[in-house]
């Protein structure tokens, strides 16, 4: 491949050559609303990768100009043989070495060079897009790469960016979060959870509401302990189906609510832990990551509840309760590409519901779009 350079005399030999042509691509985030499923209420919502070409020779004709986003997931990672299924597996003692890739999206157009300065694009994605990641055992990137040819001469010239796609599951602050609760009795005692189906980041905790009911003479509830955790599960496709391996599970500090020296039964109490995240002033040792799904790795959270009992006579075994949340984060502009019925305007109260019990990912990766 050719690189240009201009000529010209040893006056201007020192100056750093400007290249004929470059791409920018728009400092927004690319990102989406809900989860990716065409029954999701914002799949309508076309997100677009905005950005220009500046020609800066205008000598050079170009003939033809290229764009191509595409998208791959990855997954790297020694499995131990135990957690593997047997057809995978028939002698082998040592970790087996997983290694596969997969195309997760490709969208070309070509644009029509005439002789202007600079061309701006946009170009359509495929709604069932993953968020780009990067772990210790798989990633999920995309990349831009321009192509340019201006006849047999100067060959083909090419630039490439890398582009970060995000998810969220909430789409700003004034969504309205559904609310599921949770019941149960265990012999003597009775309790009920009102919890959020998600929360996002930037709330800084989670809160949910706890009631019981103790029927047993000399005990009654000393403190409750809550937690969050973070399951991060890897899987592979085989011929019969998807096949996860062992979760990595991280749960975070948990924090102890203690009981009001003076509690009726009838009352709600309001049991919250934080959520942990870098700020520019506080740096936190792990930072909670945000819900996330593509073909080889899910991030997902659950909430780890633990009623402990003060008893006068024998020892009470704890209750332990453990139920799913969904964090996510907002946008970074909660009202950027959302339609006029689902954005929040200024001024006003009008909240934007969310369906947060759509499956993820109906769409198949292999079906891949392009515009």
């Known amino acids: 491949m050719r690189r240009f350079t201009g000529g010209g005399d040893s006056h201007n030999s020192h100056k750093p050559q400007m290249p004929p042509v470059e791409v920018f691509v728009d400092e927004e985030p690319v990102y989406f609303i809900g989860p990716a499923t065409r029954d999701n209420p914002m799949s309508h919502v076309r997100t677009r990768l905005m950005g220009k070409v500046v020609f800066n020779d205008p000598k050079i004709k170009w003939n033809r100009v290229t764009l191509q986003f595409s998208g791959k997931a990855r997954l790297n990672i020694h499995a131990q043989v135990g957690a593997l299924p ?162 990595f599970v991280y749960r975070f500090p948990a924090s102890t609510y203690q009981t009001p020296s003076f509690s009726s039964g009838a009352e709600t109490h309001f049991i919250r832990t934080p959520i942990p995240f870098n700020t520019p002033a506080i740096k936190v040792p792990r930072a909670v990551r945000a819900h996330h799904f593509d073909p080889f790795l899910e991030i997902s959270h659950r909430l780890h509840m633990t009623i402990h009992f003060a008893s006068t006579d024998v020892p009470v075994e704890p209750v332990k309760i ?50």
């Not at 929040?344 to 779009?369: C, F, H, I, K, M």
């Open 322 to 371: 453990e139920f799913p949340i969904i964090v996510t984060d907002y946008p970074p502009s909660s009202n950027q590409d959302l339609p006029p019925t689902l954005a929040n305007t200024g001024g006003s109260d009008e909240a934007v519901s969310v369906d947060l019990d759509l499956p993820e990912y109906t769409p198949r990766y292999e079906q891949e779009s392009s515009s």
């Open 86 to 247: 047997r057809e995978m597996v028939q002698n082998e003692t040592d970790p087996v070495h997983l290694d596969s890739t997969m195309q997760v999206c490709q969208v070309e157009k070509e644009l029509i060079f005439s002789g202007e300065k600079e061309i701006e694009f946009g170009l359509h994605l495929p709604t069932h897009l993953p968020p780009s990641i990067q772990t210790q055992h798989a990633k999920v990137d995309y990349t831009l790469v321009a192509s340019f040819s201006a006849g047999t001469f100067f060959k083909k010239y090419r630039i490439q960016h890398q582009v970060v796609v995000k998810r969220h599951y909430l789409p700003g602050p004034s969504a309205v979060i559904p609310c599921v609760e949770l019941h149960d009795a265990h012999e003597w005692f009775e309790w009920s959870l009102d919890v959020p189906k998600a929360v996002a980041i930037e709330a800084g905790e989670i809160v949910v509401a706890l009631r019981w009911s103790v029927e047993k003479e000399r005990v009654e509830v000393d403190r409750v302990q809550f937690a969050l955790e973070e399951i991060e599960t890897y899987r592979f496709s085989l011929k019969n189906g998807v096949h996860n391996l062992p979760p």
